[in-house]
């Protein structure tokens, strides 16, 4: 495999959060997922400066590098290794960019969780938005704006806005902070989120660089959020739903 991009230590042990509140999303809107988390009206609980792009993020491979070439061949092979089940599994993936895709792992039918669910969703909205304004910054293109030629999944998707994984991000955030609160369930839990990342990658959409920059900033907000004592009574009340048999 080759080199990974990580957040800097530096940015996990200094960032600090704002102290705007935010009002939880109601249970039957918390199913919004991906780029229309980033249209909620809500102010943001982390405070966009401290999360400005250029501190988040290391920069993507440049374009024609060596690296980029390396990356550009595994995401070509991983999709060439794929069975016609895993191409299919990863299409679904990349159509459920939601907390459901964890239902499996967890045992549980988690849209049936309100307080767990907007929980969830909520982590998952405030990643969204730090991912997004990545993607904006850097305008990395994907795979198949690299390589037109490629087959990938979906139709109509942006090509430039690869770096960093908006489905990386909700598969870190939502998946790390479930097994933060499921801790019985948890290697289940980051296995499908390790899995669900995959999917980006067999999928042609994403370079794997893009999925490391997502997963280091999503664990961090994840635990962040977790330990926000404004979000202390929904946290709680997530735990007593996921504690019923």
Known sequence: MI????????????LALSCVQASPLPPQM?????AAATKDAAPPLLDPAEFAPARTFA?????????????????????AAASPERLAQAERDGETENPTAFDQAAGRDLAQLPATYALLTRIQ??????????KDYFRRPRPYGVDPRMAHCGKGKVADRSYPSGHGGMAWSVGWALARLMPDRAPA?????QDYSLSREICGVHFQSDLEASHGVAVMIADRLLADPRLAD????ARRELARP
């Open 189 to 193: 839990i980051i296995a499908r989120a």
């Open 59 to 79: 920069p993507p491979p440049q374009r024609n590098s060596p690296l980029e070439t390396l990356e550009l061949q595994q995401v070509k092979a991983l999709r």
């Open 30 to 34: 918390a199913d919004t997922a991906g």
């Open 125 to 134: 909205r405030e990643t969204n938005r730090v991912v997004s304004a990545g």
């Open 234 to 237: 929904q946290v709680a009340a």
């Open 3 to 14: 080199a990974r991009y990580l957040v800097p230590s530096a940015l996990a042990a200094g």
